[in-house]
């Protein structure tokens, strides 16, 4: 397990842009898959994007494709999220994750989670 720290949540209107980050405190972020999800009140948490090891395999929901972009920075082991065109529905707390092994898009695939930072789209 490793420790991860989201950031760059916020409040913007519908059209625009956010860029997220999740920092690991581990000097094996590199050989870990990482992934971006997300959860609405009171709604089951969802996958929204995964990216491998060393960033040339990426997978995406189909709600947010072409809209978002997941990439990392091995060198300062951080992951991020650009989301652009953000919709209302992109409402959400998002959570960074990640694991040694190239599973599945199931949460109960990814055995270290980050706090969550708070993302509001307004109308």
């Known amino acids: 397990q490793v420790q991860l720290l989201e950031s760059g949540g916020g409040w913007v209107q519908a059209g625009g842009s956010l860029r997220l980050s999740c920092v690991a405190s581990?000097?094996?972020?590199?050989?870990?898959?990482m992934g971006w999800f997300r959860q609405a009140p009171g709604k089951e948490r969802e996958f929204v994007a995964r990216i491998s090891w060393s960033g040339s395999t990426t997978d995406y929901a189909n709600s947010v494709k072409g809209r978002f972009t997941i990439s990392r920075d091995n060198a300062k082991n951080v992951l991020y999220l650009q989301m652009n065109s953000l919709k209302s529905e992109d409402t959400a707390t998002y959570y960074c994750?990640?694991?040694?092994?190239?599973?599945?898009?199931?949460?109960?695939?990814?055995?270290?989670w980050g706090q969550g930072t708070q993302v509001i789209v307004s109308s």
């Open positions: 581990d000097s094996t972020f590199s050989k870990h898959i």
């Open positions: 994750a990640a694991d040694r092994v190239w599973k599945t898009m199931s949460p109960v695939d990814f055995s270290s």
